[in-house]
């Protein structure tokens, strides 16, 4: 019979509201009519809702105030409700035609804030322009680009501001990353920014030699690489993916797969010698079916177009010492040694004398050959009238200068370090300025016009959002998905947020009297746009201590600036909303609350007793 009669209650709440939807919508057409037709009898207008939230371009005469207020009270009227009155506050939306300077004012609700990351596309990147003479000094600018670029993006933005040319810019430009090591590596036009490290390394832009030319022969062999921009490359190992040159490998005819000497006889012991099957077809054959690359018949050595680092010490008969910065340079895999000092030539200073050039690691400390010799050795010499020197992957080229020379500097001290470390990365973001750039204003371009009830056409416009009333708890928003070219990416920028004392007076435009709120809760994400976790900070009603919520694992902790690469939505409750307070005793309205957590066992048995007397009436 009860729940009759909560139906029949609902239903007739439900007609109500039909009613009072349709009064409005009556309402709402009739001003439409009244506004084409301005003759029309004023006393059939007298008793509509002006102004509508609908009705931007309604006549108001009145303050701002009261209009806000009239509409305010019509929206708590129509959907009133706990949450409307919890977090509902209002916005004024103002639109100014640039064409007639018309001004059309608004005023809508809001649930919550849904406030911009500004400026967090953009990412400021040092990089240190490197030229191929050792006589011009270097350059260290900063660029901004958009983050979710790519490398071939930050290699344009520095040449245009350094205002050099683009003409064959992947040529004759090389982006890569060094470490205070000694250790380049090269990042290629297509790799994305966010896998560029610019926090732990510091990025050089080298301007590289031309590329060597080839003749008809060799360019025949050099094209049918399997690279496919025609750069042939090293082959690895099958299994360790080291990779080595064709005399340090071996390949096994049938599928061409390829070990090195070291994984062979792994291999070998690991199968045995008549149980061996190759670790690429996964046939059983005998280990001497693997024939060195170099001894097949037919075979003709490959050309390989390299970028060989190039690294400065100084030789004064003891321990070689690294100075100045490092170059990068083309070259072909197999030269003669007159045709090797000859391509070093352009990037030797000029007022160096003698020099000699070895063989050794990226760092230019050891030796890249003689990595088992018991005895040091400093990399192997290139004598000038060696008539063939090949070239393997992890040589690199030494100019060990013979004799004085003057300041010599490591890469380190040599560059503008004070402006790299005050520049390379921007200050973190805050929640103020989220909301300065939600409240700041918005161009209506041709792509986007307004259409201006003035002109009685579409216009270029300039929009303005402000909050003009607050309410007891406020929502605010991160917008950190966005879209770039076509696909949803996430921003994980700092956002560091207050949590006690918060006066928004600032943003607000509306006669707001108290705008101090306090954090009461917060929620995470991390991850990224295909998948994430999501973890929730609260804080108590009644204790105000803070608690960490992660799945099914709940601990008292407080957010602090290190959630600020995963704050997502913040809850502020204004200071001196009462908030929630538990019923307190009829008996004695001055006790002090109690939760209902704290059951006594009187109050057990009391309710017992209750429910067997129910029972038995």
């Known amino acids: 019979m009860n729940n009759l009669k909560r139906m029949r209650i609902d239903d007739h709440v439900t007609a109500e509201r039909i ?63 706990v949450i409307s009155e919890t977090f509902h506050g209002q916005f004024k939306s103002r639109v100014r035609c640039l064409t007639c300077g ?22 400021p990147i040092c990089v240190t322009f490197v030229p191929l003479s050792c006589d011009s000094p270097f350059v260290v600018t900063v660029v901004h680009v958009h983050q979710f670029g790519t490398v071939g993006k930050l290699k344009e933005a520095v040449l245009v501001q350094l205002e050099a040319s683009t003409e064959a810019m992947s040529e004759r430009f090389t982006m890569a990353e060094v470490s205070s090591q000694g250790y380049i590596r090269i990042v290629e036009d297509t790799t994305a920014l966010k896998l560029v490290d ?10 590289m030699n031309p590329k060597p030319e080839w003749d008809d022969e060799t360019r025949q062999d050099f094209v049918m690489t399997r690279k496919p921009k025609g750069e042939a490359v090293w082959d690895s190992c099958a299994i360790c993916l080291e990779e080595m040159t064709d005399a340090d490998l071996k390949i096994h005819p049938d599928c061409e797969g390829k070990l090195c000497q070291g994984c062979l006889e792994s ?24 024939v060195a690359m170099d001894q097949m018949e037919n075979y003709k050595l490959k050309p390989r177009l390299l970028r060989m680092t190039i690294t400065f010490r100084l030789d004064d008969g003891g321990v070689p010492k690294v100075f100045g910065c490092p170059r990068l340079l083309y070259a072909k895999s197999l030269l003669t040694g007159a045709s090797i000092y000859e391509l070093v030539a352009p990037v030797v200073p000029a007022s160096v004398g003698q020099f000699r050039l070895r063989l050794t690691d ?116 991160l917008k950190r998905f966005v879209f770039y070219e076509n696909a949803s990416v996430k921003l994980d920028n700092d956002v560091i947020f207050p949590t006690h004392d918060v006066d928004l007076k600032e943003f607000v435009a509306g006669p707001e009297d108290d705008s101090i709120f306090e954090l009461c809760a917060v929620v995470c994400h991390s991850g990224g746009t295909q998948a994430g976790h999501y973890t929730a900070y609260t804080r108590h009603l009644l204790t105000q201590k803070w608690f960490h919520y992660n799945d099914e694992t709940v601990d008292q902790r407080c957010p602090t600036d290190n959630d600020a690469e995963s704050v997502y939505v913040l809850f502020y409750e204004r200071k001196c909303h009462e908030g929630f307070a538990l019923p307190v005793n009829g008996d004695d309205a001055s006790s002090s ?5 704290d059951t006594t066992q009187e109050d057990v048995t009391l309710a017992s007793h209750q429910d067997e007397s129910t029972s038995q009436g």
């Open 102 to 123: 018309h001004k059309s004012v608004t005023f809508e609700p809001y649930m919550y804030l849904s406030v911009p990351l500004p400026n967090a596309m953009i990412r």
């Open 198 to 207: 610019d926090r732990n390394r510091r990025l050089f832009l080298f301007e």
């Open 19 to 81: 009613q009072k939807r349709s009064r409005v919508k009556n309402n709402h057409v009739h001003l439409k009519k009244r506004k084409n037709d301005p003759n029309e009898d004023e006393a059939t207008t007298t008793n509509t809702l002006q102004p509508s939230v609908d009705e931007p371009d309604a006549a108001c005469s009145s303050p701002p105030d009261e209009i806000a207020d009239h509409v305010w009270v019509r929206y708590l009227k129509e959907q009133g409700s």
């Open 362 to 477: 990226m760092q230019g400390k050891r030796c890249s050959r003689c990595t088992l010799s018991t005895t040091p050795c400093h990399g192997c010499p290139i004598d000038v009238d060696a008539p063939s020197v090949q070239i393997r992957p992890n040589d690199c080229l030494s100019i060990d200068v013979l004799g004085h020379v003057d300041k010599p500097e490591s890469v380190w001290t040599a560059l503008n370090s004070h402006l790299l470390a005050s520049s390379q990365h921007s200050e973190p973001l805050h929640l103020f300025d989220c909301l300065r750039a939600f409240s700041s204003s918005e161009l209506l371009d041709d792509q986007n016009p307004w259409h201006c009830p003035r002109c009685q056409s579409r216009q270029p416009a300039e929009k303005t959002i402000r909050i003009w009333r607050l309410p007891a708890t406020i929502i605010i928003y």
């Open 593 to 597: 609350p109690k939760s209902s957590l």
């Open 267 to 290: 291999s070998v012991n690991h199968y045995g010698v008549d149980s061996f099957i190759c670790p690429v077809c996964n046939l059983k054959m005998q280990p001497e079916g693997f």
